[in-house]
């Protein structure tokens, strides 16, 4: 049950508007820009272009989820709650705990790490090939030679699948809110 306040029509389209802004990032940043890049750019300028922009992202998609929670949460009380709302508040609650975690640590990590592991590749004259898989012999010797590059290599590896879990956790919480939204549509 709603409040006895039906939202406007503004409130509406404000919901609407971070939950899909939210969706589209999440969808350009994971499934198309990060391959374009990779495939594009040389190792390095891949990278700084991703630690640039992704923090960015990660934020932005910190406060989408949170207004989106807001603006539901004020317009459905906690006494008049039914189960699929009380789910919806949840979903919306979980997006917001994890895309602030993601945002806050393990992205922040992550380009930390990545900037770290670029100045010993640059050292070594690595850096400037094109995407990963080109010259993963010579990654691979200097992980075996440089014990700090290794501990590195390994901690970058367990944040991007930390921040990726994270990622995914709130693409299927949008999946989920969008679902909800066109399911309680009542026409287009």
């Known amino acids: 049950m709603s409040t006895d306040n039906e939202p406007t029509f503004t409130v509406k389209l404000l919901q609407l508007l971070l939950l899909s802004t939210y969706w589209g990032m999440q969808i350009w940043v994971t499934f198309i820009s990060s391959f374009v890049m990779d495939s594009h750019l040389n190792r390095h300028t891949y990278g700084f272009i991703q630690s640039r922009l992704v923090p960015f992202y990660l934020h932005l998609g910190s406060a989408c989820a949170f207004f989106n929670l807001t603006i539901y949460a004020v317009y459905h009380p906690s006494d008049k709650l039914n189960d699929r709302e009380s789910f919806q508040i949840f979903i919306f609650f979980v997006?917001?705990?994890v895309a602030a975690v993601n945002a806050q640590w393990f992205g922040q990590m992550t380009s930390e790490i990545m900037a770290d592991m670029h100045?010993?590749?640059?050292?070594?004259g690595l850096g400037q090939d094109?995407?990963?898989s080109s010259n993963r012999e010579a990654y691979a010797k200097l992980s075996e030679t440089d014990v700090k590059y290794r501990?590195?290599?390994g901690r970058?590896?367990?944040y991007r699948l930390l921040s990726s879990l994270c990622n995914?956790?709130?693409l299927g919480c949008n999946f989920y809110s969008l679902c909800y939204i066109a399911e309680n549509?009542?026409?287009?």
């Open 130 to 132: 094109i995407g990963l």
């Open 119 to 124: 100045l010993i590749e640059q050292a070594c």
């Open 168 to 170: 995914l956790c709130c």
């Open 156 to 158: 970058l590896w367990l």
């Open 151 to 153: 501990h590195l290599s």
């Open 185 to 188: 549509l009542v026409t287009l």
């Open 95 to 97: 997006s917001v705990t």
